[in-house]
């Protein structure tokens, strides 16, 4: 199971630390990734991980303000998000599949999912 956590209410330009648990040790086989989800479009990809190894890597959208990475003891992913935009205002969900060792972009290739997180971005 996953669960995530952070969100909130933000200015512009203001950060955010979101949180995503996983319950039992099959993270350490799993990729993992955020999404989102603003009202009216697609679930999008933000971010990935390839846990085993730590490998990253951040969509283009995100890229240079937003930071993916693993809990050094704890069985928790992260998702440091800097110098917000009202457009990053969506739900963020955490996602985990069986690890491939290669970080794939496409919801459905997710499995597993957290029950999503608000993050509100004002103007």
């Known amino acids: 199971q996953l669960q995530a956590s952070g969100g909130g209410l933000v200015q512009a330009g203001g950060s955010l630390r979101l949180s995503c648990v996983v319950s039992g040790d099959g993270f350490r086989r799993s990729d993992m990734a955020w999404f989102r989800q603003a009202p009216g479009k697609e679930r999008e990809f933000v971010a990935g991980?390839?846990?085993?190894?730590?490998?990253?890597y951040i969509s283009d959208s995100v890229k240079g303000r937003f930071n993916i990475s693993r809990g050094s003891s704890k069985n928790t992913m992260y998702l440091q998000m800097n110098s917000l935009r009202p457009e990053d205002t969506a739900i963020y969900y955490c996602?985990?599949?069986?690890?491939?060792?290669?970080?794939?972009?496409?919801?459905?290739?997710?499995?597993?999912w957290g029950q999503g997180t608000l993050v509100t971005v004002s103007s």
């Open positions: 991980i390839i846990w085993s190894v730590g490998y990253t």
């Open positions: 996602a985990a599949r069986t690890s491939t060792a290669v970080i794939l972009t496409g919801a459905h290739y997710y499995a597993y």
